[in-house]
């Protein structure tokens, strides 16, 4: 244990060092071998650090910066974080240049920014993160949907944030929603996860970094997703109804529907996709003798649900019509 702990932490900071090697996007020109030679004479790196960023970037500036000292990446007693190491240049990369004094009219070096408004590439940002934090859920990020559809660690963390939202269960939607539209108007719909309501962040369904399953799901598979918190569902039954144990989306919509228990359809619609009436007694259900026009008994208070309740299963000795 011990090991492999000084192990890790011993790969951090070479981590830490080969962040420090990467030349900021402007300079992606300048051969890899100047970016080392700087490295090893510390050139390109403040000398002070965060102490020399802070005299221009404090927080009356256009964008206040101490918020950060209040997050994890801040704990120089962790020597893991960027505050042990290189500080603000551990993420922003080497600042040297960036932080001299210029004549009025003069332009400032430019230096790495992050998020989706920058310049530069979001493979590029994504890079100095996964440097540091290449284990746990990001193991597969790369060939992710997110990851393969560029976009940027940043695009949902902030990390100047003393709280950042995305890791805030009733704030962590709004995140998504500025991407995913399709899914805020889903969870405006009458029937809907809870998610609106702060209980049900979309990270109890998805893992956002990486997934083997379809749809980032966080579970192999849709019923183990949903079997999470509706183990009922999982049986075993003495009856099974076969499509719930095949897969939950055949009758329900995982975010937010216009019909009650989030199902796709309404019965009788829904049931009648895949049984025909065909195979009913005849007698007593169907509604003969009564005046023409009164629908079929089948379909009595529009449903089937009234006789099959048990739709997703049953466990009496006499349930095999999942009527009780
Ligand atoms: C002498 C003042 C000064 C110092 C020191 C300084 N900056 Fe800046 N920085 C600025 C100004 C002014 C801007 C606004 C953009 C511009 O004029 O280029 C800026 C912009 C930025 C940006 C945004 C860049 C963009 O593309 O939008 C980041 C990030 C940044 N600074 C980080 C740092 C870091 C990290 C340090 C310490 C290594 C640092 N700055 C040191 C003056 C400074
Ligand atoms: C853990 C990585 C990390 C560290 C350490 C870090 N930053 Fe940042 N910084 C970011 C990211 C990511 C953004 C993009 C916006 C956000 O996430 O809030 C950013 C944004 C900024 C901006 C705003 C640029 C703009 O778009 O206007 C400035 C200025 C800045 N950082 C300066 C600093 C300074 C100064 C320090 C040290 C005190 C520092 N940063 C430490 C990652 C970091
Ligand atoms: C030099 C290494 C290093 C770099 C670079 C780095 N981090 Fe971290 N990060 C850490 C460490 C260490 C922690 C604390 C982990 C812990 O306490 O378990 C952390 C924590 C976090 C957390 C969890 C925060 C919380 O409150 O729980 C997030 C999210 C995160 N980092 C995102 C990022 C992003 C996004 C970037 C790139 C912009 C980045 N990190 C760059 C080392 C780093
Ligand atoms: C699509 C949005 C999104 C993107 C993009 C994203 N994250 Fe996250 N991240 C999350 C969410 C949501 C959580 C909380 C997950 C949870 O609670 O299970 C999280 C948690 C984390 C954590 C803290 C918890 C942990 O698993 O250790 C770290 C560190 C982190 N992300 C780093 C990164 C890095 C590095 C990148 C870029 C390679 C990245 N994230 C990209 C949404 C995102
Ligand atoms: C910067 C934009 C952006 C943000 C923010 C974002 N996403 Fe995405 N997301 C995308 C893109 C682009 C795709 C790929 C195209 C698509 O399926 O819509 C995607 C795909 C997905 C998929 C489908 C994955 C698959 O394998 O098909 C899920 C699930 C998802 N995102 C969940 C989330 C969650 C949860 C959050 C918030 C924690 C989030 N996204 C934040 C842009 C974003
Ligand atoms: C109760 C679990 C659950 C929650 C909570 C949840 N999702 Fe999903 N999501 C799913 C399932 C299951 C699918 C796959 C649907 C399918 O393939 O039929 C899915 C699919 C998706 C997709 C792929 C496109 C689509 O609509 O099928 C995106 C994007 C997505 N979810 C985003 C989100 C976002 C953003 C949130 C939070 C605001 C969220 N999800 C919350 C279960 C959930
Ligand atoms: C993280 C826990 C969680 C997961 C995973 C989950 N659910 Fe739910 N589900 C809930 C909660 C909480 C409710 C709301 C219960 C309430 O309002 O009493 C709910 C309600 C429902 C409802 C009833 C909705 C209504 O309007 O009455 C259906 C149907 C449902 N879930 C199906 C699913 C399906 C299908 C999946 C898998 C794609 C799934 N759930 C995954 C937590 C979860
Ligand atoms: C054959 C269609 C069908 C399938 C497949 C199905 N359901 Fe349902 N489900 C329904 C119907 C119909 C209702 C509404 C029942 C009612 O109104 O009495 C419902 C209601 C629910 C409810 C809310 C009421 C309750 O019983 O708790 C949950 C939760 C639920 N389903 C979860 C699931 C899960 C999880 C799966 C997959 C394992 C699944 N369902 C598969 C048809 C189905
Ligand atoms: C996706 C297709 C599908 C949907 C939708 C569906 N079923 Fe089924 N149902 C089946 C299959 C397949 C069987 C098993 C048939 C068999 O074993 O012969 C079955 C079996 C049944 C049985 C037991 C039949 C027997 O002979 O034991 C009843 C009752 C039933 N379904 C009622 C319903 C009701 C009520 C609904 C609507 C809420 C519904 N089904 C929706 C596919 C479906
Ligand atoms: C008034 C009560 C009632 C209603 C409403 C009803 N059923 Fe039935 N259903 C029954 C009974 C009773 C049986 C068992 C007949 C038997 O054992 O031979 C049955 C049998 C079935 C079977 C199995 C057929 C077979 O060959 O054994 C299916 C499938 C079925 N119903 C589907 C439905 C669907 C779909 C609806 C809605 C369109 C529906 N039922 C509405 C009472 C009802």
Redesign the pocket.
């Known amino acids: 244990m011990i090991t492999s702990r000084r192990l890790f932490t011993a790969l951090c900071l070479m981590v830490g060092l080969s962040v420090g090697s990467e030349a900021p996007a402007q300079d992606a020109a300048t051969s890899e071998a100047a970016a080392s030679a700087h490295l090893v004479q510390g050139v390109e790196y403040t000398e002070k650090g965060a102490d020399t960023c802070i005299k221009c970037h404090d927080e009356d500036s256009e964008y206040p910066v101490f918020s950060i000292f209040k997050t994890k990446h801040a704990r120089r007693a962790d020597s893991r974080t960027p505050f042990a190491k290189l500080q603000c240049e551990g993420c922003h990369g080497p600042g040297a240049n960036h932080s001299q004094k210029i004549r009025p009219g003069e332009k400032r070096p430019p230096i790495m920014n992050f998020g989706a408004k920058t310049a530069t590439p979001s493979a590029q940002q994504n890079k100095i993160c996964l440097d540091c934090h290449t284990r746990d859920s990001r193991i597969g990020w790369k060939g992710s949907a997110h990851e393969t559809n560029d976009v940027a660690c940043a695009s949902c963390h902030r990390v100047h944030a003393p709280r950042d939202p995305v890791l805030t269960e009733n704030a962590q939607p709004e995140t998504c929603y500025a991407c995913h539209l399709k899914q805020r108007a889903d969870f405006l719909k009458p029937?809907?996860?809870?998610v609106r309501f702060g209980?049900?962040p979309c990270s109890?369904?998805h893992n956002t970094h990486a997934s083997v399953a379809t749809r980032s799901l966080n579970k192999p598979t849709?019923?183990q997703?949903?079997y999470?918190?509706?183990a009922e569902k999982r049986g075993p039954f003495l009856w099974e109804h076969a499509p719930v144990a095949e897969d939950?989306?055949l009758c329900?919509v995982?975010h937010g529907s216009i019909h009650?228990?989030?199902?796709t359809k309404r019965a009788p619609l829904l049931c009648q996709q895949c049984h025909s009436q065909a195979g009913h007694p005849s007698v007593a259900y169907t509604g003969a003798g009564l005046p023409s026009g009164t629908p079929s008994g089948f379909l009595l208070a529009g449903s089937c649900l009234n006789c099959h309740s048990q739709v997703h299963g049953s466990n009496h000795p006499s349930g095999v019509k999942l009527m009780r």
Do not use: F, G, M, W
């Not at 029937?191 to 809870?194: A, D, I, K, L, R």
């Not at 009650?260 to 199902?263: D, N, Q, R, S, V």
């Open positions: 029937s809907v996860h809870p209980v049900l109890e369904c849709l019923n997703t949903c999470q918190c509706h939950c989306s329900h995982p009650p228990a989030l199902l």
